[in-house]
């Protein structure tokens, strides 16, 4: 067996200082490297109960979580005490990523009816769609977006539209690269501690072309994340990388039921009481939405509620697997962790999903408003819609075409 490098040794030992000397002298790569017995620096810090030194590799210096030793356990598995294994918990000041007090991540598509309009509460956040013929199509169009995009086919004829037809079109995804690269470059200069966490990550997708990593970025407490979450155009860049590799994910699309915890004032509660008592109402996220299948993640905020704030705990069904909601945990041994924190059991709900209201309890005994949202799947056979869609642009055309031609 080859020699152990001295800075396992010295986590192995307890010498924080040596492990500090070491740590700033190594390029990260070698801080993460995986040694000749299986096991990390990581690991053997966790597994002599180091508390210290699991901190400073943790948290000062953001090492890479998600590497298992030969016996297939991450480092945070290992953990045989309470105080170790708080260190890899995300900080409760950061806790707002399951449960927040800004504006709802969601937006109700309703039919329009003039009659209502006295009827209701009104928000910022409300949109307007013809829940029959509108909702289906939006259906459809969802449906086709990710099957195009996620197509060699589609993403073929992308790159043929910007070389030779539009070369100022940035729908494409050596642009949303492009544009990824540059979030990253604007919102973590190199002197920011999780610089080399999140470069190492990027360059571990270029080289691997696997989604998962830029998963586990989002995953971090980072300005990126803050941003990503904030505007809906840096968002977007991010859900169309994902759709691209969306096969890949296909072990990880979710089945059942996931929490997300929201502060809200009763106006906005009125909003889903009313999609509630309307049949044809439709919730739908338009910014990446964290949730967790563990519902005391999505209640840690409690105690934090400001006293014009409601306490309220959206639950989200989904009765078969979704393409829109991603396991960002281990749902079976051979698919790791995602998450950097892996207690969390994050369930990534995409922009564009859509729900339906078919309940909301007032629970008495825990003080919060329960708001239970149905999953609404994407229409099936997108590849018929897509031909269906073609066929329909070219009959228009043509009509088009031999009109002029009279």
């Known amino acids: 067996m080859a020699s152990l490098s001295e800075l396992y040794i010295a986590c192995c030992g307890g010498d924080e200082d040596l492990v500090r000397g070491l740590l700033a002298s190594l390029e990260y790569n070698e801080i993460n490297r995986r040694e000749s017995n299986g096991s990390t620096p990581l690991h053997a810090a966790v597994c002599h109960g180091h508390v210290s030194i699991v901190r400073l590799l943790l948290l000062e210096f953001h090492v890479d979580r998600r590497q298992r030793n030969n016996r297939s356990l991450t480092a945070y598995q290992e953990a045989q005490t309470d105080n170790i294994r708080q260190l890899f918990h995300r900080p409760n000041q950061a806790h707002q990523r ?83 690269k540059k979030l990253i470059d604007e919102t973590l200069p190199p002197d920011h501690n999780l610089y080399p966490r999140v470069q190492a990550l990027f360059n571990e997708y270029e080289q691997t072309q696997r989604p998962e990593t830029l998963l586990t970025l989002y995953t971090l407490n980072s300005p990126f994340y803050v941003r990503l979450t904030e505007n809906i ?79 309220t705990v959206i639950v ?28 969390e059991r994050e369930v990534l709900i995409l922009p564009g999903t859509i729900f339906r209201v078919w309940k909301i309890e007032d629970d008495q005994h825990t003080g919060y408003h329960i708001i239970y949202l149905n999953h609404i799947p994407d229409a099936e056979n997108p590849g018929l819609h897509v031909l269906g869609s073609v066929l329909s642009e070219a009959r228009d055309n043509l009509i088009k075409w031999f009109s002029f031609r009279r």
């Not at 029959?132 to 790159?159: A, D, P, V």
């Not at 997300?260 to 004032?265: D, E, I, N």
């Not at 078969?320 to 924190?341: E, H």
């Open 233 to 311: 155009d840096d968002s977007l860049v991010l859900l169309h990388i994902i759709w691209r590799h969306l096969r890949v994910l296909t072990p990880r699309f979710f089945r059942g039921t996931a929490y997300r915890g929201l502060s809200m004032k009763y106006d906005d509660l009125k909003e889903y009481q009313w999609a509630l008592e309307n049949n044809d109402r439709t919730i739908g996220t338009y910014r990446f939405c964290s949730s967790s299948t563990d519902r005391c993640v999505a209640e840690a905020f409690g105690d934090t509620v400001l006293p014009d704030r409601i306490r």
């Open 316 to 343: 989200f069904n989904f009765d078969q697997p979704c393409n829109g909601a991603v396991q960002l945990y281990s749902p079976a041994p051979d698919l790791p962790c995602i998450s950097n924190f892996e207690e």
């Open 98 to 180: 399951f449960c927040d007090d800004q504006p709802s991540p969601f937006e109700i598509y309703t039919e329009h009816n003039h009659n209502e309009e006295n009827g209701r509460a009104t928000s910022n956040y409300v949109g307007r769609m013809e829940t029959n013929q509108k909702i289906l199509g939006y259906r459809q169009l969802l449906s086709m977006s990710k099957h195009i995009w996620s197509s060699e086919l589609g993403q073929k004829y992308f790159t043929l539209y910007t070389r030779f037809v539009d070369p100022t079109n940035t729908t494409n995804m050596v642009s949303f690269i492009k544009q990824f």
